[in-house]
């Protein structure tokens, strides 16, 4: 996943041209990738039609949770013996909570979940995408799984034992593509748009009664989703829900990775300078503008730092090397690069 970007003369030449894409099962995560994402839980932003060329412009979008997804061998997690048919695992940080993935050249599908001793297994497979991804795509898929434990796995120690069964049903469409600018750069982007409908069936048994079921519900979700072929991106770039009236619900999940095909650059209308540069600790920056926050990427596109509302960043502790600094001001961003010695 971690590929250089290109170097300085690069990140400061400029967009390159941007066209529809088609994704690949290459584009998508392979064992060793990771990536972090934010969640901004506040921010409004523009949902546009469907339809070519378009342009999302959110590089205010801001970091109010952050999550690390690795993905992994099966074999070297917990309960990977039980996903047979598995060929890749994801692991959600610290929390103990894994997804496994049956991924081919032409489709990635969701085989099962673990959390603890719980594992969710799938009768029916649940498809991710089908590749190669491109605009125009649609997909229907349909999808069961069970998960089965014990009532106090599941919190309910009242409960012998509990199992949860989920059917589903979800409508995919490559809707829209065009450019998508994030606090971290601009990628060119596929937009998927998704419905999902689906119906959890709680079941609870306490000896000596048979299987009972104590909880039925039924949820619409409505979602849109961006693919890039960005060889620094390996997993969605940018999501958000949807009502049912087509406005954002709840936060926008975004991934914290800078774009390599197309380098990192400045659009702003907004100048900074920074010195010294090269510098061994402190990097100071100097503007007629306020800084609301500053984002330090290394060339692997990995975010190393992130502060706000100042005009000075230590970067003493960095390891020696090149590295983006990406100041957001007025909901502009600017892109400039120094080296740490």
Known sequence: MKKSLLFVASILAGLS?????????????????????????????????AGP???????????????TIDFVDPATT??????????LALSFGSSG???YFSKTASVMDIVGGSLGNINATYSNNQTLAVFPVTYGNTNTDTYASQAKGTGAEFGEPAADSIRVNITGTSYSTVDAWGTLTTPMGTFNVLRSNDTTYETTVIEGKAAPFPWTVVNTQIDTTYSHSFYTNDANSKWILLS????????????????????????????????????????TDILNITG?????????????GKAVMN???????????????????????????????????
């Open 17 to 49: 041209s941007f066209s529809q894409i088609t994704i690949s099962s290459s584009n998508l995560a392979s064992i060793g990738d990771q990536t972090i994402n934010s969640n901004d839980t506040v921010s409004s932003i523009t949902i546009t039609a």
């Open 78 to 87: 917990p309960n990977g013996s039980n996903f047979p048919s598995s060929n």
């Open 240 to 279: 958000y829900n949807l009502d049912n009236t087509g406005a954002k619900d709840g936060g926008v999940e975004w991934a914290r990775v800078t774009p390599a095909s197309t380098s990192i650059v400045n659009n702003s209308t907004i100048d900074f300078n920074i010195y010294p540069n090269p510098t």
């Open 288 to 300: 007629k503008s306020k800084i609301d926050a500053i984002n330090v990427i290394s060339l692997e």
């Open 97 to 99: 909570t894994y997804g």
């Open 53 to 67: 060329s378009q342009t999302w412009n959110y590089p205010s979008l801001l970091d109010h949770e952050r999550d």
């Open 307 to 341: 502060v706000n509302n100042t005009n000075t960043v230590n970067v003493s502790n960095l390891t020696n090397g090149t590295y983006v600094i990406s100041i957001l001001s007025n909901k502009e961003v600017v892109n400039l690069t120094f080296t740490k010695e």
